[in-house]
């Protein structure tokens, strides 16, 4: 989770139109960080991102992580490389990545503002590009990166949460005629990487209680289209159908606690 972030749209033709909303939506929500739920996930799919990571890099790599949030995720799970460029295109999660990057010891991380469709790193300058639950241009990522150098796109699928979706009738990616894995899957291999591979990705998240699975999704846009002209920014006072909650709560409720069925993808290329 954009993870930030759980921002992304179809097709890169159309994001200019949407980006907008998308930035207001994560203007909003700068403090946001996982931890402040409790949420016990299960991993069904055996690909980590962070483990191909560090298997790509060593002391002297360069990375660049798009859609870098709060900056929790390149702090604690990036490798110790000779230069991290951590980006997102809204200036508020940039202010709160380097808050929590002042209370660490970490030198190697930098933090700025970027707009992804208008990057403006140096070519072939980076050896691994990380794009995380966010809008992309392989191309200018394509551009970015030395040769022999690496992609890794993690995102969310048009089926994450899906029966949650279903019975609310709306959400993120709800409406797509496409899944966005593919899409994003046919752009990498459209903008000329080799060894390009789309893996999905399962998982299972227990929430602790219903208020506690509320205020998840009152939080994050799973049930927000964020190309919806009714889209609720105001997060905190978002409202959610109690008949509907309490109906979805009824049939996945386990041991484990509340179950979100979590659908992402990954993708792997090299230049």
Known sequence: MKGGSFLIQSLIKNERGNNMKEKDF????????????????????????????????????????????????VINLFPMVKE????????????????????????????????????????????????RNTVTDPKRIYATLKNGGRLLIHGVDKYDCHS???????GQGYHDEKPLSITDYENVLQAGFKEVELVPIYEKSYFKDK??????????????????DELQTDFYKTTLDEAKINEYINDNTYPQGLLLQRRYYGISAKK
Request: negative net charge; without cysteine; glycine residues 4%.
């Open 164 to 170: 949650l979706k279903l019975l609310f009738g709306k």
């Open 211 to 228: 208020a506690n699975l509320i205020a998840f999704l009152k939080k994050v846009s799973i049930l927000d289209d964020l190309t919806d």
């Open 84 to 131: 991290i460029l951590a980006t997102d295109y809204s200036a508020e999660m940039i202010a709160t990545a380097n808050k929590n990057l002042q209370a660490t010891a970490r030198q190697n991380i930098t933090f700025r503002v970027m707009d992804n469709l208008k990057m403006d790193t140096p070519k072939e300058y980076f050896d691994v590009v990380v794009a």
């Open 26 to 73: 994560y203007e909003e929500i700068k403090d946001w960080d996982f931890s402040m739920f409790e949420v016990t996930d299960e991993k069904l799919t055996n690909w980590d991102m962070y483990e191909i990571l560090n298997y790509v890099t060593n002391k002297d790599s360069k990375i660049l992580d798009l859609g870098t949030g709060g900056g929790e995720k």
